[in-house]
T-cell receptor, first 108, second 113 residues
């Protein structure tokens, strides 16, 4: 299967700081999504982004499919941004693989 | 988007018993999946739930242990059979909406004693 590595594994930010999370994958993919898993365990869609750049408020994401990576940018972080961020990729056989995750803690 | 609910939200079960988890979607989805998430870990795909036919299982997961049904486009069940403490985990169902995005249920937290 596809290997999906995320970095950094853990991140602690002061409220208001910016950050960049990275997702590397080992093979061509049909689909890539970013999720936020809140402290209660619910997975929330952030972006569906197989290629290109998207922005939604303080968050934006860029996927460079030819180089097999995606980046998630968080600007002006807030305590509510805390949780685990996952990227997930879909291969040509409709199988989904989740990354290792980045655990983010935003402190006031 | 799609809203996905799961029942039960949590359960504590004895070794050797079975538990069936239900997943209901509020609108039609093209594909449905079942995942397992161990504490502090990432998600692992168990199987793709196929409507009206046998599920497609990932390596390491078998039908006898995790039988799955999907009788229609909006409902699926996962049974965890003959449970052992190693089956303690969070089980999540998901669906692919018409916008190609994957949506998740809130999960079922299972503890096996």
């Amino acid at each position: 299967g596809i290997q999906v590595e995320q970095s950094p594994p853990d991140l602690i930010l002061q409220e208001g700081a910016n950050s960049t999370l990275r997702c590397n994958f080992s093979d061509s993919v049909n689909n890539l999504q970013w999720f936020h898993q809140n402290p209660w365990g619910q997975l929330i869609n952030l972006f569906y982004i197989p290629s290109g750049t998207k922005q939604n408020g303080r968050l934006s994401a860029t996927t460079v499919a030819t180089e097999r990576y995606s980046l998630l940018y968080i600007s002006s972080s807030q305590t509510t941004d805390s949780g685990v961020y996952f990227c997930a990729v879909e291969n040509t056989g409709n199988q989904f693989y989740f990354g290792t995750g980045t655990s983010l803690t935003v402190i006031p | 988007s799609a809203v996905i609910s799961q029942k039960p939200s949590r359960d504590i079960c004895q070794r050797g018993t079975s538990l069936t988890i239900q997943c209901q979607v509020d609108s039609q989805v093209t594909m449905m999946f079942w995942y397992r998430q161990q504490p502090g870990q990432s998600l692992t795909l168990i199987a793709t739930a196929n409507q009206g036919s046998e599920a497609t299982y990932e390596s390491g997961f078998v039908i006898d242990k995790f039988p799955i049904s999907r009788p229609n486009l909006t409902f699926s069940t996962l049974t965890v059979s003959n449970m052992s403490p190693e089956d303690s985990s969070i089980y999540l169902c998901s669906g692919i909406g018409p916008d190609y995005e994957q949506y998740f249920g809130p999960g079922t937290r299972l503890t096996v004693t």
